[in-house]
């Protein structure tokens, strides 16, 4: 008897628990009639529509403000960092093993193809000495000043085809990251030395170690696609005394206004490396 009692109270509870979901009598679902759910989509769609226009909206004013040439927003011009190639912090080799020193060939021979007088017969020859202005819009291609691989002379590549590595006196090149719009004052050149009691003889191409007022201001990635950095050569002139030791050389860009001496970052204007030569 008390089983029959039992199983409507039963029925009861799941079927209230099944009208939280759709309840038949009153055609709610989820506890809400059709029409309340319909005010409710139309609601959040209209107000998602809204949503998205204003979006739309302001995109498209932010992008007729953009443009494609020239970066919009640019405080004060930073001073560019100085980079070696072969990009390795140490260089350290046996001048009588080919093997030991190929990577440091290679790298400098594939870093130094774009700088090919085949790549850069478009490229300008510039006035030296005088900043490549461009005036005019904005908005358009500008023109590239030539660098000619072939003032690298010795460290070129081309007259030596091993950078002096095999000779014991090797090749290290210096350029400095681009900066759009940087104008350096003064006539920026590399200078390296080598903490050591007797001073090392060292090589520069070009002799002046000069980086050219013609390569600045550089103008961007889409106006000046080809753009080449100036680059200079140094060559270490290595002597008997100097083999089977670690040489810590430092180089800095001189004589203009671009920072050097920064405590915080120490590839601002300046950078060192290490280079060992054995025989
Ligand atoms: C450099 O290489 C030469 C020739 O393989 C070898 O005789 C010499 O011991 C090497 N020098 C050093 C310091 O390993
Ligand atoms: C660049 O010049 C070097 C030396 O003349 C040559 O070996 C190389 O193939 C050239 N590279 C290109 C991409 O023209
Ligand atoms: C560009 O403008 C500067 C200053 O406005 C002027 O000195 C220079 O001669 C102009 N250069 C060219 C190529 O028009
Ligand atoms: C290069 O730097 C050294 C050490 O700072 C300095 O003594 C020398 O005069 C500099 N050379 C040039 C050409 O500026």
Redesign the pocket.
Known sequence: MASTEDKPANKENTSSWKDSIYNPRTGELLGRTASSWALILLFYLVFYCFLAGMFALTMWVMLLTLNDYVPRYRDRIPSPGLVIRPNFPEIYYNKSEPHKYADYVKKLENFL?RY?D??QENNKECLEGQYFMQNGTEDKTKEVCRFKRDWLSLCSG?SDTNFGYSEGKPCVLLKMNRIIGLMPRGDPYINCTIKRDNPTQMQYFPSKARFDRMYFPYYGKKAQNNYLQPLVAVKLLLEKEDYNKELQVECRVEGSDLRNNDERDKYLGRVTFRIKVVE
């Open positions: 193809q090919n085949t790549e081309l």
